[in-house]
């Protein structure tokens, strides 16, 4: 399993493609370089699996699911909206994250790829910069999870 680390801050070109971290990619290796992104269930930011990756999660999810309730159902039906399949070009390693899904996290110009382990996350600058806890919340949120 690829383990993504690190954050990089890219800019969106005229067409609205943005080069793929290289750091990213080489963590990718010479595999398969499809990539699922969908937009984050409970955060403003988009997140952004291997495929392998996707394809575990979505089975794990799919097993817990009883697809003859309605609720199981609708829920499946929203989990797989919005997402898109990018795979960075060979040439300069640039990706086209669809335009609706930059809008749903409010990029304007600058995003941020963050390395979350098995995923990354792919936040608007702004909305980046204003989600760091400080240290004191950090650490206050470290002890109530160690109770």
Known sequence: MVKFIGEYVCK???????????????????????????????EPCLEM????????????????LNFFRR?????????MRNRAMVEPDGKLGRINIPKKLLEDIGVQKELVFFGNDHKLEIWSKENFDKENLTADGLAALAESLSK
């Not at 699996?49 to 817990?64: N, V």
């Not at 609720?71 to 989990?79: G, K, L, M, S, V």
């Open 49 to 64: 699996f291997t495929y392998t990756e996707w394809e575990r999660q979505s089975e794990e999810l799919k097993a817990r």
């Open 71 to 79: 609720d199981h159902a609708q829920f499946w039906r929203e989990y």
């Open 12 to 42: 969106l070109d005229d067409k609205g493609r943005v080069v793929f971290p290289a750091d990213f990619k080489a963590q990718l290796g010479a595999g398969d370089l499809r990539l699922i992104v969908r937009k984050d269930i409970f």
